[in-house]
């Protein structure tokens, strides 16, 4: 459940329990307030007849004058009776506002009221019967305490809706702080979030874009010493190729030579051991021209990535017979040399990895144009990734990866399904090239 959610939910239930309260509150107070009133009315009644009858009363014309001087009364009624119990006269209770809804009536009225006071006329013995009636009162009461609940309540409406807006707002800015943090994650630091509004949440949105700004700076400054690093590592390799070249290559030829002599000598003995020589040097001479391809990529590349990969592919060929390999490169491709670079080193790692881990039955390589830039895939049918294949001494696959993602592009390595690898790298075109 979201916090958002727990918390609003927490709210409105704290504020229907609060509605409650003061809605039971109310009803024991109007309940009291009615009581009292129908109380306190009836027994002023009650008091005034009784006055009214201590001073001399002679005639059943001052009685009905008592009884009549309570018409009008809200809570009382008063009702003059002969002594046959007939009604001579009755006062009616005043105005009765719009009465109040059953329930409420059964709640609040209080135990009824009621008087008899005998009256000993000479000739005319009577009664003065009073009644409380207390439905004025409740439905008095009844206006008030719904006004009050009423008001309650819109306090309460009022509170969740400015609750709820001051919440969708924070929660807004949380959730598109989320959804920076995730492009963070994924490498994207030119995200940036809007640093108006609150001041808390403003200094959070400065805090981000702060980070994101740092981030992208030292990201920068990684992908230039990568390429450094790159740089200093091709350097590196073409120098040990010149001095395999330069320092090993001519004192091989020359034993070459002095085995060729040795081999046509006289004695059967030296030319027994300068055959075995001539073999031995022959084989190290093929083993060094195989080092110097691939230390000096560069040199390959000079006709070009079609050649480079076709002498790669007939490198292989020759070692792996049983491997079928293809390759679909489509002519002119838009490549600067280091994407040109980074696309063979790439074929050619694959190439590795894929002899030297799956025993495949095929290869297949394919470098094409796409909307996004140079697609370079190489795809095997052998025994696929395991999960063992990874860290220290693996090396092919990292460096694969660095030098696609200093070039800003994207690199993917995958079983296939059914069997094999897909090894594949989006190389994005040069601006230049772009806008040629
Ligand atoms: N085409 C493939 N088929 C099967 N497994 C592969 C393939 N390519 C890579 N792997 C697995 O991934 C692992 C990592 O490959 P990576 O090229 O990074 O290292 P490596 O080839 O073992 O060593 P090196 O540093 O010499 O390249 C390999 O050890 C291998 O287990
Ligand atoms: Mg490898």
Redesign the pocket.
């Known amino acids: 459940m979201s916090l958002q959610f727990r918390v609003l939910g927490s709210i409105a239930v704290l504020l229907v329990l609060a509605l409650l309260c003061g809605g039971t509150l109310l009803l024991l107070h109007a309940r009291s307030v009615a009581e009292l009133e129908v109380h306190t009315a009836f027994r002023g009644a009650e008091r005034s007849i009784r006055d009214t009858l201590q001073g001399n009363v002679e005639h059943t014309v001052t009685l009905r004058q008592v009884v009549a001087s309570f018409e009008g009364q809200r809570h009382v009624r008063a009702a003059l009776v002969n002594e046959n119990g007939r009604v001579i006269v009755q006062s009616q209770l005043g105005h009765q506002k719009s009465p109040a809804p059953g329930w409420f009536e059964n709640l609040m009225t209080p135990p009824p009221l009621a008087s008899r006071i005998p009256i000993n006329l000479p000739g005319f013995p009577c009664v003065v019967v009073l009644t409380s009636d207390p439905r004025n009162e409740i439905a008095e009461v009844w206006d008030n305490a719904r006004n009050a609940f009423l008001t309650m309540l819109a306090f309460c409406v009022a509170t969740m809706a400015v609750v709820s807006l001051a919440f969708a707002y924070a929660f807004g800015f949380l959730r598109r702080f989320q959804a920076g943090l995730q492009e963070v994650a994924q490498g994207r630091y030119d995200v940036r979030l809007d640093t108006k509004g609150a001041p808390e949440l403003a200094a959070l949105a400065q805090g981000f874009n702060h980070m994101t700004q740092r981030l992208a700076a030292f990201s920068d400054s990684n992908q230039r010493l990568e390429r450094q690093i790159q740089n200093i590592q091709e350097e590196e390799r073409a120098g040990i190729a010149r001095d395999l070249h330069d320092e090993v290559g001519p004192y091989l030829f020359a034993i070459q030579v002095d085995a060729n002599s040795a081999a046509k000598s006289a004695d059967p003995k030296i030319r027994e051991l300068g055959g075995t020589i001539r073999d031995a040097v022959l084989h190290v001479q093929r083993h060094v021209s195989d080092i110097l391809r691939q230390l000096r990529p560069a040199n390959d590349l000079e006709f070009g990535l079609q050649a480079a990969i076709a002498d790669l592919i007939l490198f292989w060929s020759r070692r792996y017979p049983g491997i079928h390999f293809e390759s679909a490169i489509t002519p002119g491709l838009q490549l600067d040399r280091r994407s040109e670079e980074a696309a063979f080193r790439i074929v050619q790692?694959?190439l590795?990895?894929?002899v030297?881990?799956?025993s495949?039955q095929a290869i297949r390589i394919v470098i094409a144009e796409e909307a996004g830039g140079v697609a370079v895939c190489?795809e095997?049918n052998?025994?696929?990734?395991?999960q063992?294949?990874?860290g220290l001494?693996?090396?092919?696959?990292?460096?694969?990866e660095d030098r696609v993602r200093t070039l800003k592009g994207r690199f993917t390595?995958e079983n296939l399904e059914g069997q094999?690898?897909r090894?594949r790298a989006l190389l994005p075109r040069p601006r230049e090239l772009e806008d040629a």
Request: proline share 3%.
């Open positions: 790692e694959s590795s990895n894929a030297r881990h799956s495949p190489v095997d052998g025994g696929g990734l395991k063992s294949g990874t001494g693996h090396m092919g696959l990292a460096g694969m390595v094999g690898v090894v």
